[in-house]
């Protein structure tokens, strides 16, 4: 469940999700659209769909399938523009209240991507985490530059006749196990930066909640939970910043935590400090 | 003084501090660098990979422990070198063109390096051809690759192919990882190994020089 404001896109069908890649593996379409119904229940107000590497006609059949179980809009999630435009042309708007899907992700070296609105209208959600020097792709380092991949896809995207209410800046969140390189510091920054430039006033903001705390243990030394209170204490502090959407787990009880909360503490001294002792602070929470 | 022996639980623990005080320490009287690597340094990795294979340890502790050996590692580099030790194999390793995935690759590298292993980081987004220059600079090495997208992935069998056609195949070992690489991947584009995780990398990297 979700906090009021907080947009919830419901992550599961995804191929990188080891169980929902099963079922794609063994072609149990049954599975995947049982998936989609169990998170519409559950109030997901999207629904992602990721087929991985298959063909753009399998994108094309999830998502007629899935459309005939639930009146929630999807979010087409792909970098490959092939299979995205296999999805939106599937993609019924009627069939969700006249509601248009997402498309997860456009990124400053994917602009061409913008083409596919001519094939179904769509939100973009735009990946702010990358730039492009010399023609190709490089990660954004420092807050600056976050801000200013996102004026150049906002541009874009106004450029192709989208409205800013239309379109989703995604920053990038990574795992803050492995952060040694100052990776919540330069989101957190760069939110900041957009929160106070009013171009960016009507944009919405999202990040794949989730990612933020793979490959960390589930419980703490205690037997509590190590993974929910992390991800609530990041919704604590960057929605305030303008934060309204998230892909993230109907199974999760998304929260906002008082600031003495243990978890909103290892936020803070992770982002204060910084590299290494970064590391070291999310340890000691688990540990 | 600290003993020598302390360095393995100093790196198990991850306490980069206390491994370079040993280190020196060490140094100073004129322990053996070799035996200082090989008994205590090789092996504290070895048990943080154990630990992290069971659960015990997670990426965190890999990291904090990779550091630790990182810190000792580069004091005793030198004395290394002067006693001509050699490295365990050497390794050229970059995350596939198209990919700015880095932090399981670099912790494949630092655990590498960790066992001994001389490890060249192309770093990331690095195309074919870069491989094969690499692999040719560097020939005898193992090409070890990484890459986390699908769309991505497809971009080993390029470099396997360029090895091919610069006729370096049959002197390099290419071993891949990341996420969304599997076995059956790996045996249907004729790479040579793969791992799930960095100390799995460790062993398959010595199962390709021969050394295990
Ligand atoms: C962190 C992260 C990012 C960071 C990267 C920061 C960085 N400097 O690396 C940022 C935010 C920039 C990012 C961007 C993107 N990401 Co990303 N990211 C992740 C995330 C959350 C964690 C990856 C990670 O670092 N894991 C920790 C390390 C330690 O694990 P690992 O990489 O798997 O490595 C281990 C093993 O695989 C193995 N290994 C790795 N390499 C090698 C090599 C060899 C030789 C061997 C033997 C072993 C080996 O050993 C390692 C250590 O144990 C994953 C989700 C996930 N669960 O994996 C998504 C994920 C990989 N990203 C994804 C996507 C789609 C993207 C983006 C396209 C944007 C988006 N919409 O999110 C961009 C693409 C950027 C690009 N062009 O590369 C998808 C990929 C989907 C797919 N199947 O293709 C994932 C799976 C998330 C998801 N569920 O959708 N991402």
New binding site residues.
Partial sequence: MAIAGLTLIG?TI????PSTRKLFEAGDLAGIVELARFQDEKGAAYIDV?V??RPPEFMADVVRRIQEVTAKPLSI?T?DPAIAKAGLAAYDPARAGGRKPLL??I?P?RVGMFDLLSVQPFRP?L?I??RVEDGR?R?CQTAEQTYQAATFLLAEAQRAGLEPDDCIL?P????IG?DT?G?LKRLIGAMEMLHNDPKFARVHRSV?L???T??LPSKRADGSPVKGPLENAFLTKAMPLGLDMIIGSVKRVYETLPPEHPAMQCLEDCLRLGGFEAILRVREFYR | MPEPAELYDAIVTGNAKKAEEVTKAALEANVNPTELLGKYMIPAMDEVGKR?ECNEYF?PE?LIAARAMKTALALLTPKLAEAGAKAAGRVV?G?VQ????????N??AS?LEGAGFKVVDLG??VPAQKFVEAAKEQEGSIV?????????MTQMRSVLQALEAAGLRRKTKV???????TQQYCDEIGAD?????????VA??RRLVGVA
């Fill in positions: 992550e995804n191929d990188s999700v990721n991985g590497a999630d970098p997860n992700s990124s070296l959600i990946l985490s990358e792709s990660p995604d990038g969140i990574a795992p492995s390189e990776n794949g989730s990612n933020f793979v490959q | 992290f990426v890999l390793i995350t198209g990919d700015l995935h880095d932090i399981g690759k912790l494949v655990m990331v987004d070890a690759m990484s890459a986390l997208l699908t769309t991505t071993m891949i990882g990341g996420a969304p690489i190994g793969y791992s799930d995780n960095a100390s799995g990398a398959l990297a």
